[in-house]
C-alpha cells in the first residue's frame, strides 16, 4: 500500500514534471551537476530523482561508458521520467526505493534533490551516502533555502508557503514548517562537511537554491 508521501507526490507528478523542465532551471541543472564532478566511466546515484529532469546533465558527464541512477520513492515521478527520450536510454536506471535506505552496494557519486529537508535524521542518511561513495566519492546536495539577498525578503515570506505547499500535511499546522525544514538541511550539510574535503559551495535562482559538493575522505 502506498504511503502517504508517495499517494502525495504521486497526485502531484504531472505538475511537477512540467514545472522541473522550465528552460530557466537548466542552467542551474548543469551547474549542479558540474559541482558534483563526476568522471567518465563513473556510476552517478540520483537521490529524490523526480522524473529526472537532472539525469541527462549527469549522463553527460559520465559519458557512454558511465551509469546514472535515479532513486525515488514514489512510482508516478519514476513513470514521468520514462516518458522522455532524453531522460532514458542506455546507462540510465531508475529505480523505486527509499534514499534513507539506498537500494544500492556502490556507486563513485551521489546527488540528492531537494530530499534531505523532508528525513528526520538527515545527518545519518548523508553519513549513509558517504559510507556508500567510499573515501575519493563525490556527493552533492542540492536544497531550497531563504535568500539572504537584500532584496529577497519578500520572496522568503513566500518561502514558508513553498515548504508548506511541498511537504505532505505540511499545509495543516500552524508552526513553521520552514524552520524545521532549514534545521534539517542545515543538519545534512553539517555532516556532509564532517565527512568531506575539496568542498565547493554555490548558489543559484537568485540564492534560493544552494548546492554544497565534497569529495568523501572517510
Known amino acids: 500500500m502506498p504511503t502517504p508521501v508517495q499517494r502525495y507526490y504521486g497526485r502531484w507528478a504531472t505538475l511537477y514534471d512540467r514545472v522541473a523542465d522550465l528552460p530557466g532551471l537548466r542552467s542551474w541543472r548543469a551547474a549542479t551537476a558540474a559541482l558534483l564532478d563526476p ?23 559520465v559519458g557512454p561508458d558511465g551509469r546514472v541512477v535515479g532513486v525515488d520513492v514514489t ?37 540528492a534533490t531537494f530530499v534531505v529537508g523532508m528525513f528526520a535524521d538527515p545527518a545519518r542518511v548523508v553519513d549513509r551516502w558517504c559510507d556508500l561513495v567510499g573515501p575519493g566519492g563525490r556527493v552533492a546536495l542540492l536544497n531550497f533555502q531563504r535568500s539572504d539577498r537584500a532584496l529577497a525578503a519578500p520572496f522568503n515570506v513566500a518561502f514558508e508557503g513553498f515548504v508548506r505547499l511541498s ?32 568542498r565547493q559551495f554555490e548558489t543559484f535562482a537568485g540564492g534560493y537554491l544552494g548546492v554544497l559538493a565534497g569529495t568523501v575522505t572517510a
Open 39 to 61: 568522471a567518465a566511466g563513473d556510476t552517478v546515484v540520483e537521490m529524490g530523482c523526480g522524473t529526472g529532469a537532472n539525469v541527462p546533465y549527469l549522463r553527460e558527464r
Open 75 to 111: 512510482r508516478e515521478m519514476l513513470d514521468r521520467a520514462g516518458e522522455h527520450s532524453e531522460r532514458t536510454g542506455p546507462g540510465i536506471d531508475y529505480v523505486q526505493g527509499d534514499a534513507t535506505r539506498p537500494p544500492l552496494r556502490t556507486a563513485d557519486a551521489i546527488l
Open 167 to 198: 511537504a505532505p500535511g505540511g499545509r495543516f499546522t500552524r508552526s513553521s514548517q520552514a524552520a524545521a525544514f532549514e534545521r534539517r538541511v542545515d543538519a545534512a550539510r553539517e555532516a556532509l562537511v564532517g565527512r568531506t574535503e575539496q
